[in-house]
């Protein structure tokens, strides 16, 4: 198991994912509750294996880009308590089969 290491104030700043990820599944994505600013990084799409992303009680704003729904696995997205923005919070996600649990109160949409 990997050391618990808080994630910085700013989600841009983890990215490239290739330098951070270990090798194997990432099943869990929970950064919930940190105090990220900034939009929903498209890199999350390398996460192929992704099957939950919880973003919580953050800060994120703009919309929900659409390149998640590549994140075939993904079953449960919680992006509640942030400042995300959009007609609608669903459509760039209609792709995912597997999602079976959204949760999304609490935006600007």
């Not at 104030?9 to 919930?32: A, D």
């Not at 992303?53 to 929900?64: C, D, K, T, V």
């Amino acid at each position: 198991a990997l050391p618990h290491r808080p994630l910085p104030p700013r989600l841009p700043l983890l990215f490239p994912l290739k330098l951070l990820r270990p090798p194997g599944p990432q099943p869990l994505l929970q950064p919930s509750y940190n105090q990220i600013s900034g939009p929903i990084p498209t890199e999350l799409q390398s996460l192929v294996n992704l099957a939950v992303l919880n973003l919580s009680a953050n800060s994120l704003s703009g919309p929900i880009p659409p390149q998640l729904a590549l994140c075939t696995y993904l079953n449960i997205i919680d992006l509640h308590r942030n400042q995300l923005t959009g007609p609608s919070v669903t459509l760039p996600l209609y792709p995912l089969s597997s999602l079976c649990f959204s949760r999304f109160p609490g935006n600007l949409l």
